[in-house]
Nanobody, 121 residues
Framework: QVQPVETGGALVPPGGSLRLSCRGD????????MGWYRQAPGRQRELVAG???????DYHDSVKERFTISKDNARRRLYLQMNGLKPVDTAVYYC???????????????WGLGTHVTVSS
């Protein structure tokens, strides 16, 4: 099992947009569920967007209508389009996959290094 690789984080002003990308290996995309997580300083890692293998999606209430998760199986990429960014969205963002998306589950793949998103004027 290979760690996924997250890219696309940056410093953006409030109201800005970013598209995060996650490169996963075959095991990543073979799992039933995949998702994007974030961890802000001093806080626990939380799931912000999840997707099942057949494309059903679910979002944390704080990002609904602003974030969109999508995937490209052929390219082995998972994406997170983030619009209307707020300072509270500042965090390190991670992707992962497994039979469950519970952040503390040992069934998830090894965590990658994440990508930093900072929302500030």
């Amino acid at each position: 099992q290979v760690q996924p690789v997250e890219t696309g984080g940056a410093l953006v002003p409030p109201g800005g947009s970013l598209r995060l990308s996650c490169r996963g290996d075959e095991s990543f995309f073979r799992n039933d569920r995949m998702g994007w997580y974030r961890q802000a300083p001093g806080r626990q890692r939380e799931l912000v967007a999840g997707m099942t293998k057949d494309g059903q999606t679910d979002y944390h209430d704080s990002v609904k209508e602003r974030f969109t998760i999508s995937k490209d199986n052929a390219r082995r990429r998972l994406y997170l389009q983030m619009n209307g960014l707020k300072p509270v969205d500042t965090a390190v963002y991670y992707c992962n996959s497994g039979p469950t998306l519970e952040p503390t589950s040992r069934l998830l793949l090894p965590w990658g290094l994440g990508t930093h998103v900072t929302v500030s004027s």
